[in-house]
């Protein structure tokens, strides 16, 4: 089932591009390696501390691997959130003799070993900090790597338990999204705040949470044992609670936005199109929900502890607003030909798609801007430095969104996508940096090549042969 499921996200990918399946798994591990190059160039800043007494090693280990639970499990919510609920590929595994748990475990593997990869290749700089006091380096991966895992195996079960009992009390299927991966992410932090706020020693309770075996197994091999054991349950509970899940009701398609009347003119009735289909996506309103909770949540906490890292997180969250649109490209993928044709025009949905993302992006970031400069989480100072921060990454997520268009029936199209784009932001705002002086003029040279690159890359998919 995992097999069938990479091959066919690799077939539709090649066959949008024109280019061959091999050229597919080239680009993505090539994508993986450069976002693991990212990271490990990061850590690499880290400063290693051999010389330090054994608790205050204890406790930076500590903290490193509550940090890789909080990322491990905002990863797994990610990828369970943005993912379709059902494709034509389960459905049909359904009518054969194939047994529920190869059916839905299979299909997971594909998309929880990539956010696996995605994980790991983020919190390298975590893993550096594991290695202080000596550790080797062979117990620090081993450590990180069975932690992330563990938290895969038991967030992905609870999120899609959550999201089921969400749903059989008639909540839409975007509110049963947010609200479970709110909890999840709650749970996660529940589980880590005290040993970030206050790191301390691990007690004689250390095999009760995950992360802290793991702290103790990288100096004591009956903790790296408990850490097996305790991947292993986690691995053998999720598979078993998600392949006796029932399946989740059907929605009917949205509504939203319905009762308002269509602009007249061509060019406004096109964007207003590309609008309604991008809101109206569960995927995405579930996006727009995190990212404006996350900015009420910080401004809960940055009331309790009125530090600057709460800001600067927060202005990070505004950039969610504008990466989400990264779906938009493969919402309206199998309808491009319809104004090609009308209007003779190649990718003439492009323009009309990417202010449509903009538009929806900034009445949303308006929201949470406002909630922000209410409560004093942020200063109105500070729009202009958000400003030159969200312009590329709208940019960024209309080009990673043509490079990798989002599938409905592919669950690891999402992954792939949202990897790309920040890669793509990374990447972009880091050479327009190195070159122009200009914080300004860096922006908006920025959002002009990858604007540019998207247009030329919505060609390239309409020069394509179609079939059918």
Known sequence: MAGTVNLAWRRELAGTFGISQRAVTVIGLALLGLLG?????????????????????????????????????????????????????????????????????????????????????????????????????????????????????????????????????RLPLHHGLGIAGAVVLA???????????????????????????????????????????????????????????????????????ARLPWPSGQAAARVWYELLVLVRAPQYAVAILFAFVGVVAATVLYGATGTEVVRLAASGLFLV??????????????????????????????????????????????????????????VPATSVSLLLLVLPAWAAAMLAGALVPYSHEQPLSVGLTAVTTTIVYAAATWAAGEVVPSAWLSALVTTAVLLAAYVGVARRMTKRPRHG
């Open 187 to 257: 749970g996660a932090f529940a589980a880590v705040w005290h040993d970030l706020a206050a790191p301390a020693p691990t007690s004689n309770v250390w095999w009760v949470l995950p992360h802290r075996t793991a702290a103790e197994a990288l100096s004591s091999l009956p903790a790296a044992a408990v850490l097996a054991v305790w991947t292993v349950m986690a691995l053998g509970a999720g598979a078993w609670a998600m392949s006796v899940l029932p399946e989740e009701r059907v929605d009917r398609p949205s509504r939203l936005l």
């Open 37 to 169: 190059a990212v990271s490990a160039f990061i850590s690499g800043v880290i400063p290693a501390f051999d010389e330090i007494s054994p608790a205050a090693a204890r406790r930076v280990h500590l903290v490193a691997l509550a940090s890789v639970t909080l990322v491990a499990a905002a990863s797994a919510v990610m990828f369970q959130v943005l993912a379709p609920r059902r494709t034509s590929l389960t459905v049909i595994a359904q009518l054969l003799p194939v047994s529920r748990f190869v059916t839905r475990v299979g299909a997971q593997l594909p998309m929880v070993a990539l956010s696996v990869l995605t994980t790991l290749a983020m919190t390298s700089p975590s893993l550096k900090m594991t290695l202080t006091g000596g550790t080797h380096l062979l117990a620090g991966l081993a450590a990180v790597g069975a932690l992330v895992v563990t938290v895969h195996a038991v967030a992905i079960p609870l999120f899609n338990t959550a999201v089921w009992a969400l749903r059989r009390a």
């Open 321 to 378: 607003f504008f990466f989400a649109g990264m779906q938009s490209v493969g919402l309206t993928l199998p309808s491009h030909w319809i104004g090609e044709v009308l209007l003779a025009r190649p990718a003439a949905w492009a323009w009309p798609k990417a202010l449509a993302c903009l538009l929806a992006a900034t009445v949303a970031a308006l929201a949470a801007l406002a909630v922000a400069f209410t409560t004093g989480l942020l």
